[in-house]
């Protein structure tokens, strides 16, 4: 299978370097100097990575990384974030916004091609996570099926959606527009009480069988699934 590369990198003679190794090693390699570029490529024609410099002219590619990461539509996508700093603060701000990986220039393009293969083998790996299960409460992500208790529960596909979202994400604490972004997705305008009806909804579902209070009300906050009990 071809393996596309959609690379962003404002500058063009280490775009082009970059690009002819890449070609060089079997990848097949489009080249764009910002994000409104890379928007475009990505509607078009999605790529199978994106290797993206930190530094862009008007949107960073930091940040960029950090809205893919949060559209569901492109969140599946692996990003290499290159960038030219090295400390380690960077490193992890750059995780943080998602980035599958992150690598520093000036690197050797044996290293580059290696990091590309690793993200590409653990994207294309079936996550271990066909079923979660906790306290008792079993999802199976494959089936979108819930179980409390060996018993089967019905439920919406939003409250699935935001039971797997919890479980996945236990103990931490989410305001109602994280839990939008996160559950709902950016595109859709919804209003945060939505949340509200659908936790209740949710919580509802879990005391039938005495877990309603994993669903946890932090005040002035948000929400949070947790495993320790309050
Ligand atoms: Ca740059």
Redesign the pocket.
């Known amino acids: 299978m071809d393996i596309k590369i959609l690379l962003v990198?404002?500058?063009p003679s280490i775009r082009d370097m970059l690009a002819m190794l890449l070609e060089q090693v079997g990848f097949i390699v489009q080249g764009v100097p910002d994000v409104q570029m890379a928007e475009r490529c990505l509607k078009d024609n999605a790529p199978s990575i994106i290797l993206l410099?930190w530094?862009?002219p008007g949107i960073s590619g930091v940040e960029w990384c950090r809205r893919l990461k949060r559209d569901k539509s492109y969140s599946d996508i692996p990003v290499i974030l290159v960038s030219a700093r090295s400390e380690e603060e960077d490193k992890v701000r750059g995780l943080d916004v998602g980035a599958d990986d992150y690598i520093c220039k000036p690197f050797s393009p044996k290293e580059l091609v290696a990091r590309i293969r690793a993200v590409l083998r653990r994207s294309a790996a079936p996550e271990n996570t066909e079923r979660i299960e906790q306290k008792g409460i079993v999802l199976s992500l494959d089936e979108h099926r819930l179980k409390i208790d060996d018993t089967v529960v019905a439920l919406s596909p939003t409250e699935y959606r935001l039971l797997e979202f919890f479980m996945t994400h236990p103990d931490k604490v989410y305001s109602r527009g994280q839990l939008l972004d996160h559950v709902w997705g950016r595109s859709t305008y919804i209003e945060e009480r939505t949340v509200d009806v659908h936790i209740r909804r949710l919580r509802k579902i879990l005391a039938r069988f005495q877990r309603e209070e994993l669903v946890q009300t932090v005040r002035g906050f948000g929400y949070r699934f947790s495993l320790q009990g309050e």
């Open positions: 990198e404002d500058e410099d530094m862009l």
